[in-house]
C-alpha cells in the first residue's frame, strides 16, 4: 500500500516542532517517524520506510539540533551531551512514544516509535494458551526475543497484564524508558514503575514494598 503524502506545502519544511511531524504520522498510521540530518523526514508505515513527503527537502543538522532542543528534556540534553544518545518516553496529546536521540557525525538524529497505550491481553494477541502457566509460577526467568518490531514488548506487556488479572501480587516492572502503562486491576495491590533518575533504588523500593515478583 501507499501512503499518500500529507497536504502541507513543501515550503513549509521544516515543521516548528516534532509534535507536528507526530501529528501527521498519528493520522496516518504510522509506527515510526525519522528525523535524521541530510535526509528527508521518514516514517515506518505499512511495515516500510518512506520519506513522509517524496519532493521534501532534507533536513540539516541545525534544523534536526533545533527539533531536538524544542522536546528534549535537560536531564536528557546532558546525557546526549556526555554519552552521545538518550533513549526515554515522549508523551504529546496524541500518543507515547519511545524516543531516540542521538548524536551522529552529521548531527542530530531522532527516532519515534509509537506506543500503543491498550495494553492488549494474551487472548486478544492470540497467544498460546499454555503460555499463560509461565504467569503462574512463582520464580523464573522469562526472555522474549526476536528483531525490532516483532512484538516483544508487547507480548511481555500482556504476560504482565495476565498476572495483573489474576494474581494477589506486587507488580515491580523496570523500563527505561516506560512505555506500557499497566492500570491496576481488582486483583492486583500494586503496580510500581521506576526511572533511573530516581532516588530510591528499585531494588530498595521493592523490598520496601515487601515483594520483588515481577
Given amino acids: 500500500m501507499i501512503a499518500k503524502a500529507p497536504d502541507i506545502p513543501v515550503k513549509s519544511h521544516p515543521l516548528g516542532h516534532v509534535d507536528e511531524y ?34 521534501a527537502p532534507p533536513l540539516t543538522g541545525e534544523q534536526t539540533a533545533a527539533l531536538a532542543e524544542s522536546f528534549v528534556p535537560d536531564v536528557y540534553k546532558t546525557e ?26 552529521l548531527g542530530i538524529e531522532i527516532v519515534f516509535r509509537v506506543i500503543n497505550t491498550n495494553v492488549r491481553t494474551m487472548d486478544e494477541l492470540g497467544l498460546p494458551e499454555h503460555l499463560k502457566l509461565l504467569t503462574r509460577y512463582q520464580n523464573g526467568l522469562i526472555l522474549a526475543t526476536g528483531s ?11 504476560m504482565i497484564q495476565q498476572i495483573n488479572m ?21 486483583a492486583t495491590y500494586r503496580n510500581a514503575r521506576f526511572l533511573r533518575t530516581q532516588s530510591l533504588s528499585p531494588r530498595r523500593c521493592a523490598l520496601r514494598s515487601g515483594k520483588i515478583r515481577t
Fill in 22 to 55: 507526530l501529528e501527521i504520522g498519528q493520522k496516518a498510521g504510522a509506527s515510526d517517524v525519522h528525523l535524521a540530518v541530510n535526509a528527508q523526514p521518514i516514517w515506518r508505515l505499512h511495515g516500510a520506510l518512506e520519506p513522509i513527503w517524496p519532493d
Fill in 80 to 105: 546526549l551531551n556526555t554519552r552521545g544518545d538518550s533513549d526515554f518516553a515522549y508523551a504529546n496529546e496524541f500518543a507515547r512514544y519511545r524516543t531516540s536521540v542521538v548524536r551522529q557525525r
Fill in 148 to 158: 525490532v518490531g516483532t512484538g516483544k514488548s508487547t507480548t511481555l506487556a500482556a
Fill in 166 to 186: 489474576e494474581r494477589r501480587d506486587h507488580i515491580i516492572t523496570l523500563e527505561d524508558p516506560i512505555e506500557y502503562i499497566i492500570r491496576r486491576k481488582t
